[in-house]
């Protein structure tokens, strides 16, 4: 035991210590922040359902439009409620929410109903529309639907209870602090007797006891000392549950997310570039003509791919699918460089659209080069806080500044991932794409791209939680993102070097795209 006099004794400072304060009041801007949030997110989708339909599910198909709606209602939230935990940050001194909202709850509810969203709404959805039959009735399209979803649930299933059972915990670095004394008798400088404080213990290299008498109080003369060891600890279901659509996520992240921070930029300005222009009656007929040519090439290939799909001719590896995912990507392209000769010979054309891309892409490169030395500089490197410490300084300029900048690039972040993933179907056609057009785009092209947009969300959450770890100190997502799923077995491997991957696939977009611009047109080539 170790005797200390009171006098060398002060309150304690650490977090967590002394007598639990009253819980804070509830911020109401944040309230009203939130509601402006929520019906922001959810107009948005809106639009972009009413927007993006096909004129042939006008009036129709319901259903898969609610789910739709609601899904990418779910990425928008889960991207904004990353700044709105950092506004709702807890204080360090007392570990409660500055703000007074319970955001755990919040990123419980939001990712609760991303995983059924993502594994079983959107599924059977899908399954369902495409089942549709004009002679038959609603309900005839439910049984494929079922077994459908009772397919891709299973795999799910499978596949989450294998992990869980062998790999399903976290494994974190902890710093245990110790002191070789059990407890302290200290004398009261205002009585007789002295008397022992309980529940001893050490934060950080510093010795605290809780009294009685004085509260958690520091004691000066004690030296804690400290020693690494190695936390492990299974997690709950819902937990690995979301961090394995994070892990599975993370597969196309490094790629789709590394081509699209090159790749948006460069398409926004090329698209301003290439905009339909006024041409003359004469030039607009021999475009046609050249174009004619073209689409009657398309359908003789369209002709012998058929033919092959129909003898079952499906060659090595794939090859008849990837075929036929590059030919529908040249029918893309066509219909693209279609409409855009038709518009150049309208008087309505879309001219303030093409325009609004110009800053838009000006906007992005910088977005996109910001990013890249980011990742550089303080996920890689660990040599400069950098976004971390303007995101503080610009907090301090003008309050919430620092968190609008924290969502526009988790926002340019996501979109970039979703162009990404774009761009590596129409370029090699690995993946059959899904193109989204005005007025043009069937309900099942909007349902795949939903539940992309929900699997690149969870990432995008986990990526920006990682990356402004600094920045988003004492948050609900700072824990649960970068404490607990980051650790977890396994995927603290492949997170230690995907940053690696995502900055080479970065530059090879950047020359590819170089290469390809001064060789061909914008056209032949994107």
């Known amino acids: 035991k170790a005797t200390v006099s009171v006098l060398n004794w002060t309150p304690a400072r650490a977090a967590g210590l002394g007598r639990p304060p009253s819980p804070p009041p509830m911020d109401w801007f944040l309230i009203i922040l939130a509601i402006i949030g929520f019906v922001f997110t959810v107009a948005v989708a809106f639009f972009l359902v009413a927007y993006y339909s096909s004129e042939d599910d006008k009036y129709q198909a319901w259903f898969p439009k609610i789910v739709v709606i609601v899904g990418i209602s779910l990425a928008g939230f889960t991207v904004l409620l990353l700044p709105f935990d950092v506004a709702n940050a807890k204080d360090p001194a007392t570990m409660d929410e500055a703000g007074g909202l319970d955001v755990s709850l919040m990123w419980q509810l939001v990712l609760y109903t991303i995983v059924g969203w993502t594994v079983v709404v959107t ?47 976290t494994q974190l670095d902890v710093i245990n602090h110790s002191s070789p004394a059990a407890d302290w008798d200290f004398a009261d400088a205002g009585a007789k007797e002295p008397w022992t404080g309980t529940n001893c213990f050490c934060s950080s290299d510093v010795a605290y006891c809780t009294t009685s008498h004085y509260g958690t109080l520091e004691a000066k003369d004690i030296t804690c000392t400290a020693a690494k060891a190695q936390l492990q600890f299974r997690v709950s279901a819902f937990i690995y549950a979301v961090g394995l659509l994070a892990a599975v996520g993370w597969l196309g992240f490094i790629v789709f997310g590394g081509i699209g921070l090159i790749a948006l930029p460069m398409d926004l300005i090329i698209d301003w570039k290439t905009r339909p222009r006024p041409l003359k009656r004469a030039e607009f007929y021999a475009e046609k003509e050249k174009m004619k040519a073209e689409i009657l090439e398309l359908v003789e290939e369209g002709r012998q791919l058929e033919a092959k799909e129909r003898n079952k001719e499906g060659g090595w590896f794939g090859s008849l699918t990837k075929n036929i995912n590059k030919y529908q990507t040249k029918l893309y392209a066509f219909e693209k460089k279609w409409g855009r000769l038709q518009e150049s010979m309208s008087v309505r054309r879309k001219v303030l659209a093409a325009w609004v891309k110009l800053p838009l892409g000006i906007l992005g490169i910088l977005l996109s080069f910001v990013w890249i030395t980011h990742i550089v500089l303080y996920n890689v490197t660990h040599a400069h806080l950098f976004l971390n410490s303007y995101f503080t300084a610009f907090d301090g300029f003008f309050p919430l500044l620092g968190t609008i900048s924290y969502t526009a690039c988790a926002l340019w972040m996501l979109w970039a991932a979703v162009k990404g993933c774009f761009k590596v179907g129409v370029n090699f056609g ?14 099942s092209s909007l349902l795949f791209n939903t539940m992309l947009v929900l699997l690149c969300s969870v990432t995008v959450g986990q990526f920006c939680a990682m990356s402004f770890r600094d920045y988003a100190a004492n948050t609900v997502v700072d824990s649960m993102f970068s404490g607990v799923v980051k650790n977890l077995l396994g995927m603290h491997v492949v997170l230690q070097y995907f940053q690696f991957v995502m900055l080479g696939f970065s530059g090879l977009t950047f020359l590819y795209m170089v290469v390809k611009l001064c060789l061909k047109t914008r056209e032949d080539t994107f």
Do not use: C
């Open 430 to 443: 690995i993946i059959r794409i899904h193109p989204m057009k005005y007025n043009g785009t069937m309900m």
């Open 123 to 169: 599924p059977f959805t899908t399954f369902w529309y495409e089942a549709y039959q004009p002679d038959k009735t609603f309900f005839s399209q439910i049984a494929p639907a079922i077994r459908g979803t009772l397919v891709f649930v299973f795999g799910f299933a499978l596949l989450f209870t294998i992990l869980y059972l062998t790999v399903g915990k």
